[in-house]
């Protein structure tokens, strides 16, 4: 058995924490920049189409004030076609807010507008279809949830603010939560997405950017799913499924914000229409990459 080095006995010490993940954050505004990339299959494995999106914000500085985020831009690639800008998106302004959490009816997501979206359309005024509109809805949700859900203290119950050391693993509140879902007059009435377990893991210490960053694993546990679809030729059906998502969260240890993370979802729903067509299967896997950094560099 080999031990360590005298000289790194510190550093050793230094790991076994404990750290504070939820201190304040840097006042310092960021741009964040995140990738996710939609892949759709047939039930025997076949790969169908893809689509990626890249949203592309401005973050204002972490001071608790009311600075609203940008969204930059956000463009859509489907398949191999050349990329779909979204003209209306570019320079859009709003304002999070994290007291809204859509299981209650009270508003908006987390404050998000979705009026903007359900008439999304490219450069040239074409309107998109409504896989398109909705993703690049979700784009914002994913993108507060791994930068202002997961890794901000939790008013109550378990969050970051328990992740003390190395190995610490906490169930977060939003456990189980069952949220509506609603999108303009396509996703309709009673439909609802209802989180599994919610764990956070305090993994490890890496380097990004040669800063010492705080790993936090997620893991959603088995999610489920059911939505009232309503389609643009009048017919309605009801998609019910279910997905696992989960991922990795860099925290800068100096700054305490989110720098890096990664999210992979998998999901299978079922589609029963009310006419007389077979129901059918749709299988759906989703990788996300995002990056942050302080405006000054």
């Not at 409504?130 to 969050?159: C, E, W």
Request: charged fraction near 20%; aromatic fraction near 10%; include cysteine.
């Amino acid at each position: 058995m080999s031990f360590p080095h005298p000289s790194h006995a510190a550093g050793l010490i230094d790991l076994g924490g404990p750290f504070d993940l939820a201190a304040p954050r840097a006042v310092v505004p960021h741009d964040a920049r995140m990738e996710t990339t939609y892949v759709h299959y047939a039930t025997d494995g076949r790969r169908l189409e893809s689509e990626v999106f890249a949203l592309t914000l401005r973050c204002p500085p972490a001071s608790g004030g009311t600075a609203p985020f940008v969204c930059e831009e956000l463009v859509v690639t489907i398949a191999d076609d050349p990329r779909i800008a979204l003209p209306s998106l570019r320079d859009w302004r709003y304002e999070f807010d994290p007291t809204m959490t859509g299981a209650d009816g009270r508003g908006p997501l987390w404050g998000i507008d979705q009026e903007i979206f359900h008439s999304l359309s490219d450069a040239s005024g074409a309107f998109l279809p409504f896989k398109i509109r909705y993703a690049a809805y979700v784009n914002f949700i994913d993108f507060h949830s791994l930068n202002d859900v997961f890794t901000r203290p939790m008013p109550f119950g378990q969050g970051i603010q328990n992740l003390a050391r190395i190995g610490d693993r906490v169930v977060h509140p939003a456990s189980h939560i069952e949220a509506s879902v609603g999108f303009g007059t396509e996703i309709g009435p009673g439909s609802m997405f209802r989180n599994g377990e919610i764990t956070l893991e305090f993994k490890g210490i890496g380097l990004i950017d040669g800063a010492p960053c705080a790993i936090v694993a997620y893991d959603a546990g088995e999610s489920k799913l059911r939505m009232a679809v309503n389609g643009s030729d009048g017919e309605r059906g009801v998609a019910s499924g279910g997905s696992l998502y989960k991922g990795d969260i860099w925290v800068d240890l100096s700054s305490r914000w989110v720098v890096k993370a990664t999210l992979d979802e998998y999901q299978i729903a079922e589609t029963q229409t009310s006419g007389s067509a077979p129901s059918r299967v749709e299988y759906t896997a989703r990788h996300l990459a995002l990056r942050s950094r302080p405006r000054s560099e």
